[in-house]
């Protein structure tokens, strides 16, 4: 199963778990608002007040993945939840897309707003993100907490049986002809995750700010690997959860959102 279908069915959990009477992130136009951000629109949700705390979901999500936390953190912060490029309503007809390209969009996203610097949370490919935001844009950046995320894309990096199932329908799909906008964006998504991302190691020495790198036990990235992110961060904690698979904020809400908030609250030792 390729990451963004296992993200898919975690955010189809997410909306059974909260049901129809709760508000409906990600489609929620009291909360929603627009920013023309580097060439595209950029949607948002906001809530809650305070600091700014930034949310960055995972490949093919929308603000609807992040919809476990949000109630949470909004009670401590001015949460603020996007779609990214070419996902949910953040609409991007280019043919390519970049982590550094997010990260980018991030930054300027923030200066729309008028806003300093923020915490931030990414999960999956949020979570990769989150770094390279933290790399190319380190005053824009409190704290981070990062969870599944990856440097690289083969299978020192993922799991196996996810880069084998990711190379399947690679090999399978690539001659195929894209006739629809659809077609091409999903493509171009899953091509993300193929192809990305490159980032050594030696780049991590250029996050100054406390970091709080998050894995399952049981994750799509393996724990090797999440321990050299973790590892080469100078400001770094590791948290790791116990029967836990790539969703841990999902799997685990309550223990994520406290640990997280933690960390956020406390001052970094």
Known sequence: MQKTYLLL?????????????KID???NKAAGKYYQVRGIKIY?????????????????GSIKSMESIIPYFSQHYRVIAADSRAQGKSIDPADSLSFEMMADDEAALLEQMHIDSAHVIGWSDGGIVALVLAIRH???VMKLASTGANLWADSTALVPSLWKDEKGYY?????????????KNDWKIFMLDWLQPNIDLSAL????????IISGDHDLIRL????KIYQNIPNAYLWVLPNS???????????????????????FK
């Not at 069915?9 to 997410?14: A, N, P, R, Y």
């Not at 090999?171 to 077609?183: G, N, Q, R, V, Y």
């Not at 020495?205 to 709080?212: G, K, T, Y």
Request: aromatic share 14%; hydrophobic share 25%.
């Open 25 to 27: 992130y990600g489609n």
């Open 44 to 60: 948002t949700e906001e809530y809650g007040k305070g600091k700014p705390l930034l949310l960055i979901h995972g490949n093919g």
């Open 205 to 212: 020495q250029n996050i100054f700010c406390p970091s709080l």
């Open 171 to 183: 090999d399978s799909s690539h001659s195929k002809k894209l006739k629809t906008a659809k077609e």
């Open 224 to 227: 090797e690997h999440t321990l």
């Open 138 to 140: 380190p005053h824009k």
């Open 9 to 21: 069915f975690f955010f189809s959990l997410i909306s059974a778990t909260y049901g129809q009477d």
């Open 245 to 267: 698979g790539h969703g841990t904020l999902v799997e685990y809400t309550n223990e994520f959102n406290k640990n997280v908030l933690d960390f956020f609250e406390k001052p």
